[in-house]
């Protein structure tokens, strides 16, 4: 079952007397029932408006979304869902207990099952140290914990978080990572923005990559970063004239004692570099795929998208 779905979901923000920004142009997504999806992209590509659409925190301007099978606007689906935002802005004069409580209250909590489960989380996240202490005096790392302890004392079905390792230490980035993966295996969903591709990789089923309020790519990690055209070959000898000669079929990335890896577009541009590599004498030892890592993966499309859109 989708948990979201997002058809052609639009944004524009108005800024000042005539400005404006569109921030979604067009966004199809689907999530499914127990998988963690990372969205990911750079800075500015959208992803947290899209967050806020889908939490009915920021309305959109055009598409449709549904969360859980209902309209975004359905307060029923309000007590299934959590929530840790980019920036989470705790109460500063509240102590990390007191903060937890507030929230639990405002989900509709009984008293005795947030003394419970705040504890419970508290000690989770590794906070429970500092439940007495003001959230003022809290690190960026502390704020991120008790962000991620706040957005699951209701115990919901899905789960949002915008950068929740924003500011982690590294040891603390592990331990959040397996806060979700103890999620997942009780069949929550999990909506991840991040900017930490390693992260994503370790974690997530499926991944969407935006860029200009677009998605530009999604599908399993698997299928992303099988289908990278990355070769890479191993030669008797290999010299810096031949390596030359390749340039028009393929793009070198690096060539160390006779081997070379290299993005070659097409099977039928592979045989080209194999017969030219052959012609010029050359003793062809193996030629085996590269599976690209998420980040370069990444990388490349950020780049290709943008240099596209240079050369309209
Ligand atoms: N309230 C707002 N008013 C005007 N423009 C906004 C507003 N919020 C976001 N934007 C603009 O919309 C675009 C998308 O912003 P958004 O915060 O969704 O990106 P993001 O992918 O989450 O970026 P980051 O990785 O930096 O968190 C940006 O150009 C941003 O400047
Ligand atoms: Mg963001």
């Known amino acids: 079952m989708a948990v979201i779905e997002c058809t052609d979901v639009k944004k524009t923000y108005r800024t000042g007397l005539r400005g404006r920004v569109n921030a979604l142009n067009g966004?199809?997504?689907?999530?499914?029932?127990?998988e963690i999806f990372g969205l990911l992209g750079p800075n500015g590509a959208g992803k947290t408006t899209l967050v806020k659409i889908i939490l009915n925190l920021v309305h959109p301007t055009?598409?449709?979304?549904?969360?859980?099978?209902?309209?975004v606007g359905d307060h029923r689906i309000r007590t299934k869902i959590g929530y840790l935002p980019e920036n989470p802005n705790l109460p500063p004069y509240l102590k990390g207990g007191q903060a937890m409580e507030l929230f639990g209250s405002l989900s509709g909590l009984d008293?005795?099952?947030?003394?419970?489960?705040?504890?419970?989380?508290?000690?989770?996240?590794?906070?429970?140290?500092w439940a007495d202490k003001k959230t003022s005096s809290y690190s960026k790392g502390m704020v991120q914990r008790l962000g991620l302890a706040q957005s699951l004392i209701n115990d919901p079905d899905v789960l949002f978080l915008d950068e929740p390792t924003d500011g982690v230490d590294p040891i603390g980035r592990r331990e959040i990572r397996e806060v979700l993966k103890g999620l997942k295996k009780k069949g929550k969903t999990i909506f991840l923005n991040s900017h930490?591709?390693?992260?994503?990789?370790?974690?997530?089923?499926h991944v969407a990559i935006m860029e200009k309020g677009k998605v530009v790519a999604a599908g399993s990690l698997d299928e992303l970063t099988k289908t990278s055209n990355y070769?890479?070959?191993?030669?008797?000898?290999?010299?810096?004239?031949?390596?030359?000669?390749?340039?028009?079929?393929?793009?070198?990335?690096?060539?160390?004692?006779?081997?070379f890896e290299a993005k070659i577009d097409s099977v039928t541009k592979l045989n080209e570099v194999i017969d030219m590599l052959r012609s010029g004498g050359q003793l062809i030892e193996s030629v085996t795929p590269v599976r690209?890592?998420?980040?370069?993966?990444?990388?490349?499309?950020?780049?290709?998208?943008?240099?596209?859109?240079?050369g309209k």
């Open 27 to 34: 966004v199809d997504l689907e999530v499914k029932e127990g």
């Open 62 to 71: 055009g598409g449709s979304v549904r969360l859980l099978g209902s309209d």
């Open 111 to 129: 008293p005795a099952t947030i003394k419970e489960r705040s504890a419970e989380l508290l000690k989770e996240v590794k906070m429970d140290q």
């Open 196 to 205: 930490l591709l390693s992260e994503t990789e370790m974690l997530c089923d």
């Open 231 to 259: 070769y890479k070959i191993k030669c008797d000898k290999i010299d810096d004239e031949t390596l030359e000669k390749l340039k028009p079929l393929a793009s070198v990335k690096y060539s160390i004692n006779g081997v």
């Open 292 to 310: 690209q890592s998420l980040e370069s993966y990444f990388v490349d499309l950020i780049k290709d998208v943008r240099g596209e859109e240079n």
